[in-house]
């Protein structure tokens, strides 16, 4: 890809052309000018002529695809960062492997203070077990260690970082010889990231941000609150991105709201709703998911954080106050008492203004015929990460080890979503699976039940333009005149509309149509790479050497 040497200027009319553009307003455009930020028109080769001379930059594509930027609606931005750059768990194939990862990090860290990790599970693993307190803390060398699991709803943690956490023994969910869950995982993880300092954190939501634009990401969703980061973090990765070029972040704050005081606070941190990670159960890999019916592999049904009535109270407060409002539901139990509480919420306020508000529902995974219809008449966004999928589905997988096969297969209906005209927005949840949009589409599209799979391009506008209607913006995520100029271009393969079976409905294949195509993400193909990303126009992102 070959550019002009025009100097960069933050209002300069580009002229991108020799490659195709995705975009519904010319399926078949090769063209693209962006003036002021956002997209001026779409097009043909041959009337892109009329325009190289007006201006003030030409990129010849030599070919690429260019497509709108992709949305991440679900990011741990600092976590992300400290995972890219700390200690890696996610490669261990065994505990003695996970353990000797452990051992090396800690022998090669000179410095003081706790050692962050990310990413174990012990579902992969041999032993099917987590590491011992003992284990660990022969590992670390007696050194504070925190290493959650990859649902970042457990944590195994060292008997030195324990000393920093006083009262700790006493709180739900410590367990002295297993992972800690409930509050004393909150007291840790607050004690280990409270170890890091300002300046490891920036470098952290430096690189997390960095990482994101290479990968053609110009939005990021993220989800913080209380029980999850602090609100230094949150107004500094805030700030941090309005500073310097890079992915634009849109901010969640999960605190329940009561009246307009609380709402006025979520406000003044930054956050465009009181919504993301505000729990109404946690995990099914920790097995504090809120399920109707026990586990197959545990005794009990979850925990559940928040009835139906907070529910609703959270959700007329933040209607009220005209802020969004949200919730992290897992289970089955967690995700009926979502619909629960913001259909009362909508007995009291009405339905139109709890739809006009677009609420969304993170993860909802456990979904059933009732809660999709729910999610559709209430107007609930599903802000969901079919990566889960991919990594714990099928027969053989994590979920059907806490779920029994026939439970398991329910999850992540995508399909139904669809079709009960649920907007769904993708992401990833990094760090919990990977920021890896191209792979999250693909995902969704070889669902490993085939009956939740939807096609290519439902999925791509899920991940693009669904993330942006996900906070209440119709004008983003599609190349189109007027709307914002992000978009990222990609080296790729032969463009196809594809369908990943019969059950979809297959006009949308049909050449005729004039359905614009997409590279080929059948598993095995080689994914696009990623050559620039430009948001509002600007370049966060070129590819070296290209």
Known sequence: ??????????????????????????????????????????????????????????????????????TDSHVHTTSTGLALTGLDLSGAHTLAEALGLVRAFANNRAEAGVILGHGWDAARWPEQRPPSRAELDEAAGGRAVYLPRVDVHSAVVTTALLDLVPGVTALAGYHPDAPLTGDAHHAVRAAAHGAVTPAQRARAQRAALAHAASLGIGTVHECAGPEISDEEDFTGLLALAAEQPGPRVFGYWAEQVQDEKGARRIRELGAIGAAGDLFVDGSLGSHTALLHEPYADAPHTGTGRLDAAGIAAHVTACTEAGLQAGFHAIGDAAVSAVAAGVRAAAETLGLARIRAARHRVEHAEMLTPETVAAFA????????QPAFDAAWGGPDGMYARRLGPERAATLNPYAALLRAGVPLAFGSDSPVTPLDPWG????????RTPGHRVSVRAGFAAHTRG????????????????????????????????????????????????????????????????????????????RPNE
């Open 467 to 542: 993330g942006w209607r996900a906070v209440g913006r119709d004008d983003g995520g599609v190349l189109v005149p007027g709307a914002p100029a992000d978009y990222a271009v990609w080296r790729t393969g032969d463009l196809l509309v594809q369908a990943p079976d019969d059950r979809v409905a297959r006009w949308s294949t049909d050449p005729r149509s004039g359905t614009p195509g997409l590279p080929d993400l059948t598993p095995g193909a080689e994914l696009p790479v990623c050559l620039r990303t430009v948001v509002l126009g600007q370049t966060v992102y070129v």
């Open 1 to 70: 890809m070959t550019e002009s040497t025009a100097p960069q200027s933050e209002h300069r009319t580009v002229l991108l052309r020799g490659g195709d553009v995705h975009s519904p307003a010319d399926p078949f455009a090769t063209a693209m000018v962006v003036e002021r930020g956002h997209v001026a028109w779409v097009g043909s080769e041959g009337a892109a002529d009329a325009f190289a001379s007006g201006v003030d930059e030409v990129i010849d594509l030599e070919g690429a695809l260019v497509t709108p930027a992709f």
């Open 377 to 384: 008449e209430l107007g609930l966004t599903a802000s969901v």
């Open 440 to 447: 999250t589409v693909r995902a969704a599209a070889h669902h």
